[in-house]
Structure formats: C-alpha cells, structure tokens
C-alpha cells in the first residue's frame, strides 16, 4: 500500500483529473467513445484520490445518487415475470446505476468555476465541429428543403440532440457577457463573431430537429429566465434595458421568419390528431408521432397501477408494451416494431423503478437546483453561471416528459457535466475561482 501511495503522487492525480474533465468535455459531442472512457477514467481518478486520502466533503445528493444506484442493482436481482431475461434485467440496471457517475465528476471539478466553464465552452467547440463533420453537405447544397426535410441529428437522435443543441443555446445567451467583455470590462470585439456564428448554428439546429417537445421545453424555460430576471429588476429599481429587449425580439422574430414555413407546417402536422384526442377519441386507425406517445402514456400509467411502489423491473417497458399485442404503440411499416420505450422518462421511472426509483431521482433533482439557488444568493457562485445550470437541468426537466434517453451513454455524459457542475459547487461551497463576476 505505502508503494501505490508513493506512486500515485498528487501530480499524476492532477493530470490525471484535469485530463480526464477535458476528454470528456471535448469528446461528449464529438467522439463518443471519447464519452465512455472520460466516465471510465473519472471513476479511475476517484479510485486513486480515495486510496491518498484526499479530503472527500459529503452532501445528501451523494447519498441519495448512491441509494439510487444500489436500489436499480437490488431490483435487477429480483426475477420478474415479464423480464425473464437475466441479460436484460442486470444490463438495464446496470445502465441506470451508471447515471451516478455525475458523483466522481463533482468531485473532480472541486467547485472551480473556471475550470467549468473552460469545459463548458470545449464541449461548444465540440458540439460544432461534430455538426460541420456530421453535416450531409451534397443533401444540403442540392436541396436545401430536403435537408431540413430530414431532421438532422449530426449523429445523435433528433431528439436527443434538440437536447444538447437546446442546452448550449442557453448557455450562449446567458453567459454572453463572458464571451463579450474581458475581466476588466472591456468589449472584446473579435469575440462578438465567433459568438454570433455559433449562437446562429446552434439556434437553427434546434429548429432543423423539429422537435415540438425541446421548442416547448426551450419557451417554457425561457418564460421562467425572463420572468426571474423582470422581477429582479423590478426590486431594484432598475429601469429595462429597452434596447437590448428589442434587439433579442428582434434576432428572435429574424430566426423565426426565416424557418417560418418548417415551423409552422410541423406545428400544423398532426392538429387534426391533437383535436381528436382533444374530444376523448383513442386513436388506432392511424399511427404519428403523437399516436404512439398517447398509446405508450394510457398502456404506463395502466401498468405502473399494477404495481406503483417498486415497478415491474429494470428493462420491463418494451416486454409490457409488446406484450399487450396494442396496434397503436407499433411502429409504420415496414418497420412494424414495438415502441423502444414510453417516450417519458419519468413514466419510465415509475414504470420501472417505481414511485420508490423517481423519488430517489427527483430528489437528486431538486437539492441540486436548491444548492444553486443558495449559493447565488449566498453570492458564492456567479450568478450567470448559477442561472445557466439552473435553467439548463429546468430544460432537461421539461424535456424529459417528452423523450427517454437516461439509460443511454451521451446523456451519462451530458448529464454528468451539468449536474457534475451544480454538485460541485454544493461540495466546495467557496472554492474554485476567487473571481465571481
């Protein structure tokens, strides 16, 4: 032991940590294999910190991420009749405990903002290399409409990255001030093109997904900015700031009228289906996007019933679903498959895991969001990055009542940094940068 403690030097452990923080940063959006060794290091670097000794401050997220991965392992070894699949029941499982992995990327990041928000702006720079190299450039010079017509998900599900595109789009424009102005205030005019062209691609990603649910997810969060930030304003007294309002509806009716027709026309797409359901009617004649949805919401809720407390196990979504022999929750041929899941996740929680399981994870949740709000307030954290990761895990939220993609490696990733980030600052409340502007 007094060997390995020699050769782990606290050196070795800081390239270590610091290495691993921008591999995964760079990688989350670029290489996703990147992804998978970044979390696969960061547990290696934990390792070796825990083994020197090195201070470890606890906070009742830790326990609570730990409770609810040790609780999706304990379920994993309970057989259950609609899961007969060992292979499947410990795999699902096994991918649920691995959301615990944002714990060792907290701990990492030691409450330094700096260090956050360099990795923030390298998964930036990530995420826009990945849609130039992913972009179909010939579909996109032919035609244009046929480009947009395919929904771009530059390597990721469409749906998935309307997440992550959504997300840097509010960091772009909440921490803008970062980007424009120098520590000493100071406008830095060669940063205002940079920002602009990526604002501008990430802005017109986020519409090119045409996902109804992140253009949702994105208004409702941006009514609680505006509307946290007007009353902000109003108790101090501080006149608005007209020109700037003008300039964002400006830039904002600019995006909107140019992809006026693809958004109206996918707002308009399914109406005919939103007011039969509006009048009661279970639709099984036809099958759309919101079909499906429907059909996987009244088939969860029927089966999380049955047994609300634990759920029906790790991976036992897709086997109810295929089980019920329902025409609505297949896909159009020629595909012809069951649904993959209940495009919900928190309906995948109860149904899986029960109201035990989304308990455990909507506490995780909340403490991370109050820790924020704390601190801001405390003046412990800056207050645009507290703002931007507070919003950014209200995006995730609203989000996910529309997809499920928590059990996948790209979201361990995605929400290993953000929520990562806002333990950490709970963690080592005071630390990092001794800057806070």
Not at 349 to 376: E, P
Request: aromatic letters at 12%.
């Amino acid at each position: 032991m007094n060997t390995l403690n020699a050769l782990l030097t606290p050196s070795w452990l800081e390239t270590l940590r610091i290495g691993t923080l921008y591999l995964l940063a760079l990688s989350l959006f670029l290489v996703p294999v990147g992804v998978g060794g970044g979390l696969a290091l960061v547990w290696v670097w934990m390792a070796a910190a825990m083994i020197v000794r090195h201070p470890v401050p606890t906070h009742p997220a830790v326990w609570l991420a730990l409770s609810f991965a040790l609780y999706c392992l304990v379920q994993a070894g309970i057989p259950r009749l609609v899961v007969d699949d060992p292979g499947l029941r410990w795999g699902t499982a096994w991918s649920w405990a691995q959301i615990v992995v944002f714990v060792p990327v907290a701990y990492a990041l030691r409450g330094d903002q700096r260090l956050v928000l360099r990795l923030l702006l390298t998964s930036l720079i990530g995420l826009l290399l990945g849609m130039i190299w992913r972009t179909d450039w010939a579909l996109l010079i032919q035609s244009p409409a046929a480009f947009a017509d395919s929904r771009p998900g530059f390597g990721f599900p469409t749906l998935a990255y309307a997440l992550f595109a959504g997300t840097a789009l509010l960091g772009l424009v909440i921490l803008r001030r970062r980007c424009w102005y120098d520590s000493a205030g100071r406008l830095r005019w060669w940063a205002l093109l940079p920002w602009t062209f990526a604002t501008l691609v990430v802005a017109e990603g986020v519409v090119l997904s045409q996902a109804r649910g992140s253009w949702l997810s994105l208004v409702l969060v941006t009514l609680i900015g505006v509307g946290v930030w007007w009353l902000r304003q109003r108790r101090r007294g501080g006149a608005l700031p007209r020109a700037k309002i003008a300039a964002v509806l400006a830039a904002l009716l600019l995006l909107i009228g140019l992809n006026s027709n693809e958004i109206v026309d996918r707002l308009n797409e399914e109406r005919a289906v939103v007011d039969q359901l509006l009048e009661g009617e279970l639709l099984t004649d036809e099958i759309t996007s919101l079909t499906l949805r429907w059909h996987a919401l009244v088939l969860g809720l029927e089966r999380w019933q049955e047994r609300p407390w634990f759920g029906w196990g790790p991976g036992a979504s897709r086997p109810l679903m295929a089980d019920s022999n329902e025409p609505g929750l297949l896909y159009p041929e020629p595909d012809g498959s069951v649904l993959k899941h209940l495009h919900n996740s928190y309906l995948e929680l109860m149904v899986q895991l029960g109201l035990i399981g989304l308990g455990l994870w909507l506490a995780v949740a909340v403490l991370l969001l109050l820790g924020l709000y704390r601190l801001v307030q405390r003046g412990e954290l800056s207050a645009d990055l507290g703002w931007f990761l507070g919003l950014a895990l209200l995006y995730l939220a609203f989000w996910s009542h529309f997809n499920f993609r928590m059990v996948n490696q790209d979201f361990r990733g995605y929400w290993s940094l953000l929520a990562g980030a806002a333990l950490s600052f709970s963690l080592y409340r005071g630390g990092g940068s001794p800057s806070l502007r």
